[in-house]
């Protein structure tokens, strides 16, 4: 019943993120908005509205966030008590994710910041040890990595603040679409060369997916490092520039070698990452399940750590009637979907 569903919000500090479940644990409808934070808080509140015109109705709103880390703020603090007061102009119940301390009214929410912030990754993590005892979360979003080992049915990760995390292999800053590709590689192959790579923010790792043809282009919502066209010239161009090429000095062989060459330094600090949380982890059996934008990307990974590969979407069903893009979504927004079903 509708009035029986809960929706699930991610606010982040680029992205909000909501999905619908029915009564019975079911995706109903994922959505997801741009949401320029560090711009203002108003953007958010665009970004509800915007989210919540395309939802029905629910009984229930169940929040997480990492928005809190916006420049917007001064500190964690101050974003979670502004974030938390902007969620409350939700109609309904709204509760938010604090961890392994569930979830909390508005108020407890705020004096709880250091349990609020960044916890997103908890919910999912949370939600794959329920259905799989023993695995390896890898959720790879639009700007950053998680990689969250589950034992035991919990979660199992050595980092619950952002800087513990960071130095545990858990949290990599690279994702599908925001990273700079100034952040992903010093130097690129060129022409029997290694070419030191500009440090200008000319093109992001969006542009060497789209160059591969790997991008799922409803996933880049933001605009290109240059705000222009989100085309494959455009990207080559773009990835060019950081090396001092133009576009026309190449073919397109070329320009796809060069963006595989950003994939693949990509993909090895992901590996890396990966490699370095498993050796905290016994078992040898675990396997990847896969989440976020860049879950492609993490079938890779799985092969590469000779692990089975799974994907998120199948934790959590679509119910019938979804829309057939219902479950890349559900993998899309992983987060919203877990404090939904956890929330339930």
């Not at 982040?12 to 995706?27: C, M, N, P, Q």
């Not at 009637?321 to 890349?328: I, L, M, R």
Request: proline letters at 6%; one cysteine or more.
């Amino acid at each position: 019943m509708q009035d029986a569903a809960v929706i699930g919000w991610d606010i982040g500090g680029a992205h909000l993120k909501a999905a619908w479940l029915d009564a019975e644990g079911r995706v109903l409808a994922v959505r997801q908005q741009p949401c320029r934070l560090w711009e203002g808080i108003d953007r958010l509140d665009e970004a509800m509205r915007a989210i919540g015109a395309g939802l029905p109705p629910a009984r229930r709103h169940c929040v997480t966030m990492t928005g809190e880390l916006a420049d917007l703020f001064p500190d964690r603090a101050a974003g979670v008590a502004a974030l938390v007061e902007a969620a409350e102009r939700l109609p309904g119940e709204v509760a938010f994710w604090a961890g392994e301390a569930g979830f909390l009214p508005a108020g407890r929410a705020v004096d709880a910041a250091h349990a609020v912030a960044s916890a997103n990754w908890l919910a999912t993590a949370a939600l794959v040890g329920r259905r799989h005892p023993a695995a390896l979360l890898v959720d790879i979003g639009s700007t950053t990595t998680d990689l969250i080992p589950v034992a035991g049915g919990r979660v199992a990760a050595r980092g619950r603040t952002d800087r513990a995390r960071l130095a545990a292999g858990e949290l990599v800053y690279t994702g599908l679409t925001r990273t700079p590709v100034m952040a992903v590689a010093d130097a690129l192959p060129w022409a029997g060369e290694r070419v030191p790579v500009m440090a200008e923010h000319f093109a992001t790792t969006a542009d060497a997916h789209r160059v591969l043809g790997q991008l799922d282009e409803h996933a880049d919502q933001h605009p290109a490092a240059d705000g222009q066209a989100k085309t494959v010239e455009a990207s080559a161009r773009r990835l060019g520039r950081l090396i001092g090429v133009d576009l026309h000095e190449a073919g397109p062989a070329a320009w796809r070698a060069l963006a595989a060459a950003v994939v693949e330094a990509q993909l090895q600090a992901i590996t890396r990452a990966a490699q370095q949380v498993l050796s905290a982890i016994p078992a040898a059996d675990l396997p990847v399940v896969g989440a976020g934008v860049g879950r492609g990307l993490v079938a890779e990974l799985a092969r590469r750590l000779g692990r089975e590969h799974l994907d998120f979407a199948s934790l959590v069903p679509p119910a019938p009637g979804a829309p057939p893009e219902t479950a890349a979504w559900t993998a899309y927004c992983a987060p919203a979907v877990a404090v939904a079903a956890l929330g339930r």
